[in-house]
């Protein structure tokens, strides 16, 4: 631990102890501050349903954000000025301090055998708009690292989806190839690794390729089709990723997205998985239970891959991280808060 990180947790003891209530109150606001930004014209109905707040709380909490010069109320809903918009930016890392999540993202890069570690404050599973940040800060990771010539890989998923739209367009990068991960699976088209990988790709000035594939195959249709030349022509690009974006659930909701058959079902509940990530169903112990017979990437590409990227939100997924990320050793995992915790609490209670 640095000595700045030191001082700052050694402050963040102090200020409970003296003000205890002082966390809460400054959480709180900052939370309906930032809010606001994000969803901005909103009501203040619709922010307390969204976080789940009471209106009371909500009012009068605006109410001082309002008599501070931060927010305005317009007859579509309330705003963040210019003044509150410079509060936000400031404050960004100072709640990252106080909070003590430099701290704990030391600590879970350790445990888990992470190259880095990045935890947005607060909890997706509370707060839908956490997730956003999840996707601008795996957004600026990958800004940072991508250069001319690279393969970038990405899968589906609503947590992927958001590093996509936070993404901003980057128009001197040269031959940049975008290629989804992995075949497609039923539910929202929007967030399915193809159509992904053609955002991507626009915002990153490069080109893209699809993987015509359903998510989930029998063995046999999945050996014929890695020798359709189109499809074999997108595996040998991804033997050439040097950057992968992905995304993990919980065992159970992946399977009923991936559309698994009551049998499938039933080995899933069998082995004990807890998460599911690239067509894996994985235990507590990071071993896969299950496969759908995925054509793209595997687990076993990961180590051959340079820059790995994890993007997950939501406490009820600490299990399924926990699960999965032991076998991407040395990879960055971008998280929420609550995911944090969580793990903490499981690994305390070991």
Not at 316 to 340: Q, Y
Request: hydrophobic letters at 40%; charged letters at 25%.
């Amino acid at each position: 631990m640095s000595r700045m990180e030191w001082n700052m947790l050694q402050s963040q003891t102090l200020l409970k102890k003296l003000v205890p209530e002082f966390i809460e109150l400054f959480d709180r606001r900052y939370t309906i501050l930032r809010s606001i930004y994000s969803m901005q014209p909103v009501g203040r109905r619709t922010l307390a349903s969204i976080l789940k707040m009471g209106e009371r709380t909500i009012r009068n909490e605006t109410s001082f954000l309002k008599d501070a010069g931060m927010l305005i109320t317009q007859p579509s809903g309330m705003e963040v000025t210019r003044e509150g918009e410079i509060v936000l930016d400031g404050l960004r890392e100072f709640t990252h301090k106080i909070k003590g999540l430099y701290n704990l993202e030391r600590q879970l890069e350790e445990i888990l055998n992470l190259k880095k570690v990045h935890i947005i404050p607060g909890d997706a599973d509370e707060d839908e708009l956490v997730l956003s940040d999840i996707g601008r800060t795996a957004a600026g990771i990958l800004k940072e690292v991508v250069k001319d010539g690279d393969v970038v890989s990405i899968t589906g998923g609503n947590t992927v989806g958001k590093v996509a739209d936070a993404l901003p367009y980057i128009g001197e990068l040269k031959d940049v190839m975008v290629l989804p991960a992995r075949g497609g699976m039923g539910g929202n088209v929007e967030y399915q690794s193809n159509t992904l990988a053609a955002v991507f790709a626009k915002k990153l000035g490069g080109q893209y390729k699809m993987l015509h594939v359903p998510g989930q195959l029998r063995a046999e249709a999945a050996k014929t089709l890695i020798n359709e030349p189109d499809i074999k022509s997108v595996i040998e690009y991804l033997k050439n990723t040097n950057i992968l974006i992905y995304g993990m659930g919980k065992a159970e909701d992946m399977a009923v997205k991936r559309n698994l058959t009551s049998d499938q079902m039933g080995i899933i509940k069998r082995e004990k998985a807890v998460a599911e990530a690239f067509g894996y169903f994985f235990n507590m112990k990071g071993e896969i239970v299950f496969s759908s017979n995925p054509i793209g990437i595997s687990i076993g590409d990961l180590k051959h891959i340079p820059t790995v990227i994890g993007v997950v939100g939501g406490k009820k997924k600490a299990k399924a991280v926990m699960a999965v990320i032991g076998n991407c050793p040395g990879s960055t995992l971008v998280m929420d808060e609550g995911i944090a915790m969580g793990i903490m609490d499981t690994y305390k209670s070991k």
